[in-house]
């Protein structure tokens, strides 16, 4: 079937902004996970749900970001009044099973985020 | 100080060439780790997963070895393709109580191949 699709692609925001990111996990996965990715760095862990539970957020980065995954399946990251440092590749990826290390995950392509 | 480093952090070989990827971690309780390529404007793409009593595991031309002793990793690639050219990330699982212990990633080798 499909693979985890996120949307939009590219956005370019200007400083103070409000921005929404979706992601559409593979049909069935339960876990989500959220990373944010600098420009020439691996990914950071944000946020990770369970079917429709957030059962660890500690990776968000201060009280501006938010996500949330209401019917346990598409999944939206917001960010409130977006800031220079906020512009990074947000990634999502989806795993079957429950738990972060034990299946493997899938990854989407990412939104590229610019804040101006 | 990161607790996944790889190096080189960047590398250049001719098509047809073998390279290795180097891992030192220093995370601990340590569940599993995982090399992931990933192509430029993509998500990443897992090649291997190796549990701490796995030593090594193939896929394709890609090996991942594994000493848990000394908390390092390779990922060996031979007979290089010109769509190797990519980002390698290590990833380490920690493991912690109630399965939530979080995939810490390293910063990634750029790996290019030349004709």
């Known amino acids: 079937g499909a693979g985890v699709s996120q949307s939009p692609r590219y956005k370019v925001a200007k400083r103070g902004q409000d921005v929404a990111l979706r992601c559409d996990p593979i049909?069935?996965?339960?876990?989500l996970f959220w990373y944010q990715q600098a420009l020439g760095q691996g990914p950071e862990f944000l946020t990770y749900?369970?079917?429709?539970?957030?059962?660890?957020k500690s990776g968000l980065p201060s009280d501006r970001f938010f996500a949330e995954r209401p019917e346990g399946s598409v999944s939206t990251l917001k960010i409130q009044r977006t800031q220079q440092e906020d512009s990074a590749v947000y990634l999502c990826?989806?795993?079957?099973?429950?738990?972060?290390?034990?299946?493997?995950?899938?990854f989407g392509p990412g939104t590229r985020l610019t804040v101006t | 100080k990161n607790q996944v480093e790889q190096s080189p952090q960047s590398l250049i070989i001719l098509e047809g060439k073998n390279c290795t990827l180097q891992?030192?971690?220093?995370?601990?309780?340590?569940?599993?780790l995982r090399w992931y390529k990933q192509d430029t404007g993509r998500g990443p793409v897992s090649l291997t997963i190796?549990?701490?009593?796995?030593n090594t595991k193939s896929n394709g031309r890609y090996t991942a070895t594994l000493d848990a002793d000394t908390k390092q990793s390779s990922l060996h690639i031979t007979a290089s393709q010109l769509s190797d050219s990519a980002s390698y990330i290590c990833?380490?699982?920690?493991?912690?109580?109630?399965?939530?212990?979080?995939?810490?990633f390293g910063q990634g080798t750029t790996l290019q191949v030349k004709p």
């Open positions: 990826a989806s795993s079957l099973g429950r738990g972060q290390y034990t299946y493997e995950q899938y």
């Open positions: 049909s069935g996965h339960v876990s």
């Open positions: 891992c030192n971690y220093t995370v601990s309780p340590f569940s599993n």
């Open positions: 990833v380490v699982s920690g493991y912690s109580r109630g399965n939530t212990g979080k995939l810490i």
């Open positions: 190796m549990t701490f009593s796995e």
């Open positions: 749900f369970q079917n429709e539970a957030q059962l660890d």
